[in-house]
């Protein structure tokens, strides 16, 4: 079976190195590296010029800033390209346990290669569960079994997402439009409408986040704001696709998050527009799925 880890990185080159020491320390199982950077300007390319003379990784430069979704649409792209069998998909500051590989391929052979993808469990630098990637079992459930060696998910992040090439060929690629936020919710719920999947207990990775806790617009700062309009925008797409449980979802999600501005934040104008223009925004947004030809 010929392995690949897709990992996208963007002006973070220490993180980057970890990640890629740890790939390369994996027990029992080897992959290859390919390094997707999205034109980074922090001297990531310098950087990794040795690794790239050993032959240690591959190494593409899109030319530009594509963000998060658009990175990954053109590595996994790459890779199915390639004729690699498995995509272990990743962030740069995704940094697997040695045995984390054996763990997923464990998890392969049992399930015969029937499966959508298969979610590693993310923790923090404290060794409690990484709350950005804690994967759901439900629209509505997050997991909650950190003892049973599989467990069915339906949506997860790409931080530690193993997928079978022939899957990526069947559904298309990661929606690089969304650019931010929820491209890897969308692409694994679409696999799990087809088949089941599964997270792996087995397999762990430290997501070495600098705080444990997930993106908030009522107390983030005005600077970041712009970067909300891709996560409410692209929520609606997920969700809408879901029927009525899905608008459910979206209705009680977005009241929720703008009682919070409207009882936490200083700054709630600016705050509550963001999320109301977004939300018209999904409604509009249509966006093409790419396919891998051949």
């Not at 995509?87 to 997923?104: E, F, G, Q, R, Y």
């Not at 990775?205 to 704001?225: C, G, P, W």
């Amino acid at each position: 079976m010929h392995i690949v880890a897709v990992v996208v990185t963007y002006n973070r080159k220490e993180s980057l190195l970890r990640c890629i020491d740890a790939l390369r320390r994996q027990k029992g199982a080897s992959t290859d590296i390919l390094v997707v950077d999205n034109a980074s300007t922090d001297g990531t390319a310098e950087a990794l010029a040795p690794l790239m003379e050993e032959g240690a990784i591959l190494y593409r430069n899109t030319g530009e800033n594509l963000g998060g979704a658009g990175g990954f649409n053109f590595g996994m792209r790459l890779a199915v390209e390639a004729g690699y069998d498995r995509l272990w998909v990743m962030d740069d500051d995704c940094i697997p346990d040695p045995s984390a590989l054996s763990a997923l391929l464990w998890a392969d052979r049992r399930l015969d290669g029937h499966y959508g993808f298969l979610s590693g469990m993310a923790y923090w630098r404290d060794g409690t569960p990484c709350q950005m990637n804690i994967q759901k079992t439900s629209l509505w459930s997050k997991l909650t079994d950190y003892t049973t060696p599989l467990v069915p998910v339906v949506m997860a992040t790409f931080v530690s997402a193993f997928i079978p090439a022939e899957r990526v060929r069947q559904v298309g690629l990661p929606i690089r439009e969304f650019f931010i936020w929820s491209d890897d919710l969308e692409y694994t719920r679409r696999l799990s409408r087809r088949w089941p999947c599964y997270a792996v207990n087995g397999c762990r990775v430290l997501h070495d986040m600098r705080h444990n806790n997930k993106v908030n617009i009522a107390t983030d700062s005005l600077d970041r704001l712009p970067r909300y309009a891709y996560l409410y925008r692209n929520e609606v797409y997920v969700y809408r696709r879901e029927g009525l449980v899905g608008w459910l979802y979206l209705l009680a999600r977005v009241g929720l998050h703008l009682c919070k501005i409207w009882l936490r934040s200083p700054v709630k104008g600016k705050r509550m527009k963001v999320i109301l223009s977004s939300f018209a925004a999904g409604l509009r947004f249509h966006p093409r799925v790419e396919r891998v030809e051949g």
